[in-house]
């Protein structure tokens, strides 16, 4: 992220992607190295990310996640984002959960969310003060060597 760029200090990170029902949303994929597959199974959506070549497509979620549930009689139903393509030894863990929410619990989320810039910015306090208080100790951010006795 461009810090300097003042529009980027808002955006969040989350581990899941967060949709709202029935708003469309378009999804823009690159892929850098080898070719991968964004998989949506239960949005019937997939879509090549090929080196080199950006794709994108519109979607639009017409459940919740709660609905989902209801509806699969399954409390632990949740969607999901996977690659759907053998892409390297990282593949298995290519996958990330997709939450849909009403407009209302969306903004609900969203007001939770710490932005990554200040994220960010409390890390780089909390480094800066541990380097600051280990400096004023003498020990310089290194542990003292300790003399030993071989026996």
Not at 110 to 137: D, H, M, R, T
Request: proline letters at 5%.
């Amino acid at each position: 992220m461009d810090w300097d760029d003042e529009a980027t200090r808002d955006d969040i990170l989350p581990n899941k992607i967060h949709l709202i029902k029935d708003q469309p949303v378009l999804f823009k994929l690159r892929a850098k190295d080898v070719l991968h597959s964004f998989f949506l199974p239960h949005f019937r959506v997939k879509m090549d990310c090929v080196p080199g070549t950006p794709t994108r497509f519109w979607m639009k979620p017409t459940k919740t996640t709660e609905e989902m549930r209801k509806m699969t009689g399954n409390e632990g139903f949740t969607y999901e984002l996977a690659c759907a393509e053998l892409c390297g030894q990282g593949h298995y863990n290519m996958r990330m959960e997709v939450v849909v929410h009403t407009r209302e619990e969306f903004n609900k989320w969203k007001q939770e969310q710490q932005p990554y810039y200040e994220v960010i910015g409390a890390n780089e306090e909390a480094e800066s003060s541990g380097q600051e208080q280990a400096l004023s100790s003498g020990k310089g951010g290194k542990e003292e060597e300790s003399e030993s006795t071989e026996i």
